[in-house]
């Protein structure tokens, strides 16, 4: 049906209002856009949607990963906006993230409308399930119209994708929005929709197995070995070690980390590379909740151990990627308290938790020893010195290996975060900034200067930034990991793979009215980290010679 310009006018804005009604009812609170023409029915309507926080960042890729920060951290959808063209291609990185590593997000992306396609209209290209399986689902909105059907049609969409970002495994959906011009009425005096009741409930997930098909299994052995992984939640794993201390290993992220279970285990790459102890340490029984942690040394030895695995995943994905046999099993992890395990054997799990007091206290010792700044010691350093209560993102790379190898076990409310999904370092300060915005928690970055230059856009959102977020710059003059492969050993490692960077830091932060320290001894450094920072972003510097660096980590990874 043709439409005059004034309803084409009115129901573009008729759609966004019914979009922002739908985010009200469903507790969708932020909105991360980028400025454009073509978004602006649906942008107009959110921004006078109360109890809706719209965030203008000029980057979408900045915008896209810290919306996935601020998911991340709520467990809720966030969602994204931008124009038509190749603005939504911006956002490829960071949807892949939420894919792999089941993160919620709305994707909208405005469009021009069909007779505007494949013609060489500009700002067009084909935005069609543009993510495509990269996304949980993909939905055409229909063009504005205020008949029942096509309303009736929009609502349907937006609970389904509602619906589909938080499945059983959670992650974007795309709404591809067609708009016609003129883009909104010239009066906007008066609102087009009347809110109606469209709040979604959520069905409760169904799992193909139950924990009684494990504890079956579970029963048989003495020497079970839990492996908890980054999304493996504390409430109920502390509940079953209460009834069975077993040795717990704890994923880098693992929120197990900090917490006062005796049972927990975050020396394992050491322990590892102690051939004594392989064999006395070897279980009957490998239990993996979600995916492994990144410790290379230990996959090889799961694989060596000949002990019998189970994976549990409550997403229904695949998350093994060993070579040797294991069954999966498709339940909550909400069940894991009522697991049922073999009696403990008692010399066995001692031997672990001597093994881990023991190793403990002599990387202290040893970090103890040093006054020079290297990044073992730093990793060491935060655990003992950030606030109870931080948030904590860490760069991949050599940053989250750190951690894993480095981090100190202790009982705080800190809360750790990284982008493991696919493991780069796109969109690291991006994630950070989402992370912190509107949060009351002092937020932190551990990075890298070559992943911290990799998002420098993001220092765009200064300006609207609300929150505290501390940027821990490690400037070890190139990408730090590739000195640990063969590689490095050649002539053309460094041009082609250290990449150094020649930047000013302190002038880069001034040019965005960033606050900026060089902290160049381990008292600057802890007074920095320890202090919550009030408002705004700062970036602590803190240089280190790389070569200097790679050997006191691996002195460090050589303690026995």
């Not at 928690?441 to 890298?448: A, D, E, H, I, N």
């Not at 050649?490 to 020649?502: A, I």
């Amino acid at each position: 049906m043709n439409q005059t310009a004034d309803q084409t006018a009115f129901n573009n804005l008729l759609w966004g209002e019914k979009v922002a009604d739908f985010f009200y009812q469903n507790r969708i609170q932020h909105v991360f856009f980028s400025p454009g023409s073509r978004s602006t029915p649906l942008i107009l309507a959110l921004e006078r949607k109360k109890g809706i926080e719209c965030i203008p960042v000029l980057d979408e890729r900045t915008a896209s990963f810290a919306a996935l920060g601020r998911s991340k951290l709520s467990q809720q959808p966030t969602a994204l906006l931008c124009t038509s063209g190749s603005a939504p291609t911006h956002w490829f990185p960071a949807v892949t993230e939420a894919h792999y590593s089941s993160i919620p997000l709305f994707l909208l992306t405005a469009d021009r409308p069909p007779e505007l396609q494949n013609c060489g209209a500009g700002q067009t290209i084909d935005q069609y399930n543009l993510f495509e399986k990269f996304v949980r689902g993909f939905h055409q909105s229909p063009l504005p119209d205020s008949s029942t059907e096509s309303v009736n049609k929009l609502t349907a969409i937006l609970k389904a994708a509602y619906r589909q970002t938080l499945g059983k495994n959670p992650g974007p959906v795309q709404i591809n929005f067609p708009f016609r011009e003129p883009l909104f009425p010239e009066d906007l005096s008066t609102t087009c929709s009347i809110p109606t009741s469209t709040s979604v409930e959520l069905p409760k997930p169904v799992y193909k197995d139950s924990i009684e098909k494990i504890s079956a299994i579970a029963k048989e052995f003495s020497k079970v070995l839990l492996i908890a992984g980054e999304f493996a939640p504390t409430t109920p794993i502390l509940s079953l070690l209460s009834k069975f201390p077993i040795p717990t290993i704890c994923d880098a992220l693992s929120p197990l980390r900090h917490c006062s279970c005796t049972t927990t285990i975050l020396r394992y790459e050491h322990h590892l590379r102690n051939p004594s102890l392989l064999e006395k340490l070897k279980p009957e029984l490998i239990i993996v909740l979600g995916p492994l942690p990144t410790s290379k040394k230990l996959r090889s030895w799961i694989d060596q151990t000949n002990a019998k695995r189970i994976i549990i995943e409550p997403r229904g994905i695949k998350v093994d990627p060993l070579t040797s046999e294991s069954t999966s099993f498709e339940l909550d992890f909400g069940t894991l308290q009522d697991l049922e395990v073999g009696k403990p054997n008692s010399a066995w799990v001692q031997a672990w938790l001597d093994a881990e007091q023991y190793m403990d206290d002599k990387i202290q010792a040893h970090l103890d020893s040093q006054d020079s700044i290297h990044e073992a010691k730093l990793a060491r350093t935060l655990s003992l010195a950030l606030p109870d209560d931080a948030v904590l993102h860490v760069a991949n790379s050599m940053p989250i290996r750190d951690l894993e190898w480095f981090w100190k076990k202790g009982s705080t409310n800190r809360k750790l975060f990284g982008n493991r999904g696919v493991n780069g370092i796109d969109g690291t300060l991006g994630t950070s900034l989402g992370l912190a915005h509107q949060s009351k928690k002092p937020t932190f970055l551990l990075t890298g200067e070559l992943a911290f230059l990799h998002d420098s856009n993001a220092l765009l959102f200064s300006d609207y930034f609300c929150g505290s977020l501390t940027v821990i710059l490690v400037n070890n003059h190139g990408g730090g990991i590739f000195h640990h492969l063969p590689i490095s050993k050649q002539d053309e490692f460094k041009k082609c793979f250290v990449t150094p960077q020649n930047c000013n830091f302190c002038k880069l932060c001034e040019a965005h009215e960033v606050e900026y320290h060089l902290a160049q001894t381990w008292e600057e450094i802890s007074q920095r980290i320890s202090i919550p920072f009030a408002q705004g972003i700062r970036v602590i510097e803190i240089p280190v010679n790389p070569e200097h660096s790679v050997q006191k980590r691996n002195d460090a990874l050589a303690i026995q």
